[in-house]
């Protein structure tokens, strides 16, 4: 069973929005910080949105004032809101728990394309 599920993702013009949505299992989304991830072609994979311990978010500086990442304590679900996207955010989306020294199964992820 996967312990994290993305979804959301697409193609979109630069300006636009997308809202992703990452389904975590109970015992990973109830006790550990989490966070979005992002891996662009011949790029290392870097963290760009999370949660912290304490319940505050942290961002990437690169998408600061531009994504904002929520959950829903209900739906074990991680979501995260990307507004004025921009070519440079073309990458595979994945979430998983951050801050913490170690990390859940990855997910298949999700891409996302924005084109100018």
């Known amino acids: 069973q996967a312990q994290v599920v993305e979804s959301g993702g697409g193609l979109v013009q630069a300006g636009g929005s997308l809202r992703l949505s990452c389904a975590a299992s109970?015992?990973?989304?109830?006790?550990?910080?989490m966070g979005w991830y992002r891996q662009a072609p011949g790029k290392q994979r870097e963290l760009v949105a999370a949660?912290?311990?304490?319940?505050?978010?942290n961002y990437a500086d690169s998408v600061k004032g531009r994504f904002t990442i929520s959950r829903d304590n209900y739906k074990n679900t991680v979501y995260l809101q990307m507004n004025s996207l921009k070519p440079e955010d073309t990458a595979v989306y994945y979430c998983?728990?951050?801050?913490?020294?170690?990390?859940?199964?990855w997910g298949q992820g999700i891409q996302v394309t924005v084109f100018s």
């Open positions: 998983n728990v951050a801050g913490v020294s170690y990390f859940a199964a």
């Open positions: 949660f912290t311990s304490d319940g505050t978010t």
């Open positions: 109970g015992s990973i989304f109830r006790i550990n910080p």
